[in-house]
C-alpha cells in the first residue's frame, strides 16, 4: 500500500484522484487547501490529516518522512499556474508526483522539471486520460494503419458552459490558467498530437475570454478546432436535453464517439502509474507548446 498526499482537496478534479488512490488500494495520509469546503474526503478517507496553511502540510510532510514513514505520492490538483511549484515541493520532499493538466503553463517549465527529476532521483507524471479511451486509441490505430501519404480532416469541437463565476476565480484570470485553450483543451491537443503528429502549423482564428478557434496542420490531419465555455454556443437540440456540454470529433464525416467511458479513466492512470508505465513530463511537452502559442496569438 503505498502513501499518498494530496494538493487542492477542495478542486473540481480532486474527487476523481482521491477515488483512484482509494480504487487502486492505497491510502491518502493527509492534504491540502486554502479552502476548509472538503466533505468529500469522508468518502473517500476521513482519516487523513488536512491542512489549509501550505506551511503546516509542508512541516507534516516533512516530519512523516524523519520519522522513517514517508509519503510514496503527492498528487496535485491546484489551480494551474501552482502545479510547477507544488510539483517541486514534491520531488524536493522525496517523492513521486502524480500531476493533473495542464503540467505547467510554460514549454520552458518543462525543462526545469526534467533537471529536478534528474537531481532528485524521482519521477513526475500527469493525467492524460483521452489516450487510455477505448474510442481513442482505436483511432490511433487507424491513422498508423492508414496509407503513409494520407492527411485526414478532422473538426474538433468542445463546449463546456460555465457560469458567471469562472471569471470572477483563478480560472478567469489568463496568467492563472492560461486561457480557454489551455484550461479546458490541453489534453485534446494533447489527443490530437498523439494520434495525427507533430505540428506543422498553429493558427488562430479567435481567442477570447469565453472561446478560442483556430486551424492546426499536423503530420497526418488538417484539424479545425473550436473550444468554449458559453453556454449559448451548445447546439439547441442538445440544450433541450438538459446538457451543458457538448463535444464533437468528426474525421472524414466520420463522428468519433467519446463522451462516454469518463468515470474510470483516472482509476485506470493511476494503474499505470504505480506499475510505473504512467505519461511522464516530456509526453506534455507539444501540447503545452502548443497552447502556449496560442496565447501568444490571443487578440
Partial sequence: MKKFALIGAAGYIAPRHMKAIKDT??????????????????????NADFFTEFERFDRHIDKLRRQGNPIDYV?????????????????????????????????????????????????????????????????????????????????????TSRGKWYHRSWKGEIQKSGGIATNIGVHFFDMLTWIFGDVKENNVIRHTDDLAEGHLVLEKANVNWFLSIDYNQIPEDVRL????????????????????????????????????????????KKAIEIVSEIRKKKG
Wanted: aromatic fraction near 10%; glycine fraction near 8%.
Fill in 25 to 46: 488500494g492505497n491510502d491518502l495520509v493527509a492534504a491540502f487547501d486554502p479552502y476548509d469546503g472538503v466533505g468529500i474526503m469522508d468518502s473517500h478517507f476521513p
Fill in 75 to 159: 498528487s496535485i490538483c491546484s489551480p494551474n499556474y501552482l502545479h510547477d511549484a507544488h510539483i517541486r515541493f514534491g520531488l524536493k520532499s522525496g517523492c513521486d508526483v502524480i500531476c493533473e493538466k495542464p503540467l505547467v503553463l510554460n514549454p520552458w517549465n518543462i525543462d526545469s522539471l526534467v533537471e529536478i527529476e534528474k537531481e532528485t532521483g524521482k519521477k513526475i507524471y500527469t493525467i492524460l486520460q483521452l489516450r487510455l479511451h477505448p474510442s481513442i486509441i482505436a483511432l490511433r490505430e487507424k491513422v498508423k494503419n492508414s496509407p503513409k501519404d494520407k492527411v485526414f480532416n478532422v473538426d474538433l469541437k468542445y463546449i
Fill in 241 to 284: 436535453q438538459g446538457k451543458r456540454t457538448f463535444r464533437t470529433l468528426n474525421m472524414e464525416g466520420e463522428e468519433i464517439e467519446f463522451s462516454d467511458g469518463f468515470t474510470e479513466l483516472h482509476t485506470h492512470s493511476y494503474q499505470n502509474i504505480l506499475e510505473g508505465v504512467g505519461f511522464g513530463v516530456i509526453e506534455t
